[in-house]
C-alpha cells in the first residue's frame, strides 16, 4: 500500500505543477500581474535572453513588455516531468504571438521554444524556482493591418479587466 501512496502523490504533485505551468501562459494573456507573480517564486532564477534576474524582478519586465503589444497569444503544451520530493524538473514546449506596432507599421511575431523549469513546493504550494527560455525557432510577418480577423469574429483584447476574464 505505501507504494501506492506514493504513486499516487506523484500524480497529485505532476497535476499540480501541470496546473501552475498552464497558469503563466493565462497570467500573460490576460496581463494579470498578480496572477503572473504568484507562479514564479520572489527568489527565482529567471533567464529569457532579454531579462536575467529575480522572479520579483522579472514579473514588471515582462508585464512591460506584453503591454507593449497590441495582441498576445501563448499556447503550452503538456510538459514533462521529474517529481522528486518537493523540487521537480519540467520542460515545457510552447508556441506563441505577438502583434506590435513599429514605425507605423503592424508586425506579427511567431515563436517556438521551450521552458525548462525548477519547480519546487514551498508551504504546500508549487512555484517557479528556476526558469531559462529557449527560442528554438522565430518567424516574423509584417502586415499593414492587426485587427483583420474573420467577418463576425469576436476579437477580444486581452487584460485582467476584461468582462470575460475569470480567474479560475
Not at 502523490?9 to 496546473?19: F, G, S, V, W
Amino acid at each position: 500500500m505505501p507504494e501506492n501512496n506514493a504513486a499516487i502523490q506523484e500524480l497529485l504533485d505532476k497535476k499540480a505543477c501541470e496546473e501552475l505551468l498552464a497558469r503563466y501562459a493565462c497570467a500573460l494573456e490576460w496581463i494579470d500581474e498578480e496572477a503572473l507573480r504568484a507562479v514564479f517564486f520572489a527568489d527565482a532564477d529567471v533567464d529569457y535572453g532579454f531579462f536575467k534576474g529575480r522572479g520579483d524582478e522579472f514579473v514588471p519586465a515582462m508585464m512591460a513588455q506584453i503591454r507593449g503589444c497590441l495582441r498576445t497569444w501563448h499556447n503550452n503544451g503538456t510538459p514533462l516531468l521529474r517529481i522528486s520530493g518537493d523540487e521537480a524538473q519540467a520542460e515545457t514546449h510552447g508556441t506563441g504571438a505577438t502583434i506590435v506596432e513599429i514605425d507605423g507599421q503592424t508586425v506579427t511575431s511567431l515563436l517556438g521554444g521551450r521552458y525548462l523549469d525548477r519547480l519546487e513546493r514551498r508551504d504546500g504550494a508549487w512555484g517557479i524556482a528556476k526558469r531559462v527560455y529557449v527560442v528554438d525557432w522565430h518567424q516574423t510577418i509584417s502586415r499593414d493591418s492587426a485587427t483583420e480577423a474573420l467577418p463576425g469574429m469576436n476579437m477580444l483584447m486581452p487584460s485582467a479587466e476584461h468582462s470575460l476574464y475569470r480567474r479560475l
